[in-house]
T-cell receptor
Framework: DAKTTQPTSMDCAEGRAANLPCNHSTISGNEYVYWYRQIHSQGPQYIIHGLKNNETNEMASLIITEDRKSSTLILPHATLRDTAVYYCIVRSIIQGAQKLVFGQGTRLTINP | DAGVIQSPRHEVTEMGQEVTLRCKPISGHNSLFWYRQTMMRGLELLIYFNNNVPIDDSGMPEDRFSAKMPNASFSTLKIQPSEPRDSAVYFC???????????FGQGTRLTVV
């Protein structure tokens, strides 16, 4: 699986858009980009995934560059409850099962 | 659905004792994962099962660790004998075939003294 690079920490004001970058310059053609987050003392939570097109769901938007070497997770109107560690994961499907390998992630703090 | 259920939520044991962590995946999910999380190493994948069969156990630290999935609704992670360095939060996750996201349980916080 391709390696990802994320900033260690970020801050964002409540109500503003939080933009979390991820670099995955060695991504291969069959690898998807996944985002998970982990709120303190809880298990990780799936947010969104994408292959090459931009994606949006009720939680966030995912913007993937045309060369697929980087992506940005956007939380459009951040709230205090969005304070968490955000993980960017790149992986391919292996034998039908999903093998997620988590890096260190970005610790996002939403400030009032 | 109650989500992925792990038990116990907290476990304190003495070094050398056997520890068994339990997981009930979401009904209908056919992939199950065991992770370990520590401050030093972050989230580590220990093993995952597909249709109750272990697919990749390369993350299991050593022979003291073993995992089983006797049926689609139950899995165990056993440590025997336990050591202080095994202290961590252990997460179980499950995923449905064709779904993109995995669902994680609340974790078991293990402390070995």
């Amino acid at each position: 699986d391709a390696k990802t690079t994320q900033p260690t920490s970020m801050d964002c004001a409540e109500g503003r858009a939080a933009n979390l970058p991820c670099n995955h310059s060695t991504i291969s053609g069959n690898e998807y980009v996944y985002w998970y987050r982990q709120i303190h003392s809880q298990g990780p939570q799936y947010i969104i995934h994408g292959l090459k097109n931009n994606e949006t769901n009720e939680m966030a938007s995912l913007i993937i560059t045309e060369d697929r070497k980087s992506s940005t997770l956007i939380l459009p109107h951040a709230t205090l409850r969005d304070t968490a560690v955000y993980y960017c994961i790149v992986r391919s499907i292996i034998q039908g099962a999903q093998k997620l390998v988590f890096g260190q992630g970005t610790r996002l703090t939403i400030n009032p | 659905d109650a989500g992925v259920i792990q038990s116990p939520r907290h476990e304190v044991t003495e070094m050398g004792q056997e520890v068994t962590l339990r997981c009930k995946p979401i009904s209908g999910h056919n992939s199950l994962f065991w992770y370990r999380q520590t401050m030093m190493r972050g989230l580590e994948l220990l093993i995952y099962f597909n249709n109750n069969v272990p697919i990749d156990d390369s993350g299991m630290p050593e022979d003291r660790f073993s995992a089983k999935m006797p049926n689609a609704s139950f899995s165990t992670l056993k440590i025997q004998p336990s050591e202080p360095r095994d202290s961590a939060v252990y997460f179980c996750a499950s995923r449905e075939t064709g779904a993109w996201g995995a669902f994680f349980g609340q974790g078991t916080r293990l402390t070995v003294v």
